[in-house]
């Protein structure tokens, strides 16, 4: 892996949009394959003629440099957190896929791998602006207000589960949690805010036990902020992903969690795809390799990149000049149902 020496992201370098599009891969557990799923989309999207650029926000377990292939780069994305580096640009390294570039996580100090509000907010800013068309965020376990703000953030929010009952449970901690931050984010009113904060609490005394019951109450309290949280409550659109498949009725679990997110939280997920458990996997990260690239044409790769066309499928048609259908047919392109919960 070279880094890039002339200064990344060099001024000569046009921008072919306004904007990186911004995905964040989270999931509320470690383990359930979030720095894979980032690595494979993001392998597929590069070879699809897209420019990548894939970032490892788990600063206390950082290892999607491996993942992608790499080696540890000498700067990563804790030199941002500590403010060493200003330039997020600086901290872009090639990896050894062509289109495929890395903000790498390692070598945080870890009694301090977080960072700070604000510098959360100018994190936020520099990923959007990165030259890229795709900027994918490798989120670490857990709903540190960190790991909610990136997801918050993108544009996408996938949120990666196993067929585990543990990992379903972290799933909905996590999904609740970032709900009510993007709530509370989004209110004016003090007393509002203080409410959603109460309501976050699933035991709370005023019996708010739902987004319903507390929007109930905002209404209440500030018509303004009501109808806020109604047009907050409609964006929030989590993407659900079910990876180590093995069942039929593992592939199900997917519209479950969706149903259960629309029921008891008010959220409208959608379920994106499925993965399959694949014995290969462990073998491509041994050879430091995707799975995509290591067995193209196994169905867990066909899966993946029929999540891959469908994140692609949301960029603006502009952008898809820069990739002219290559996203819609890629090699090994998968037969209409594959991995596909809604085909
Ligand atoms: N679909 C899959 N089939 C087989 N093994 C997988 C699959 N997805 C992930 N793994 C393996 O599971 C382990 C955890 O995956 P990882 O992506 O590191 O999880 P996380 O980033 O959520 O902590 C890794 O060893 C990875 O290779
Ligand atoms: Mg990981």
Redesign the pocket.
Known sequence: MNPRVEGQQTAATPAVNSGARVISVG?GK???????MVANLATCLARAGYRVIVVDCDLEGA?LHT?VGAHAPVSSLADFVAQRVDDLGKLVFDTPIEGLQLIAGTHANLSDAQPTHLRRVRLMRALRRLQADFVILDLG?GVHSAVLDYFLVADDGLV?CSPEPTSVENAYTFLRAAFYRRMRLAMVGHGVRKLVTTAMDQRNEHGLRTPLDLLREIEAIDSADGARFVQTMREFRPRVVI??VRTAEDIKLGFAVCSVCRKYFGIDAEYLGY????DD??LS?ASRKPLVEYRPKSD?SIYLQRIARKLAGGRPSSFQAAAPNRVASPSGAPTPAAGSPTA
């Open positions: 999931g470690g383990g359930v394959g979030k720095s894979f290892n993942v376990a990666v990876n180590n993965v399959n458990q694949d996997v462990r990260v867990a």
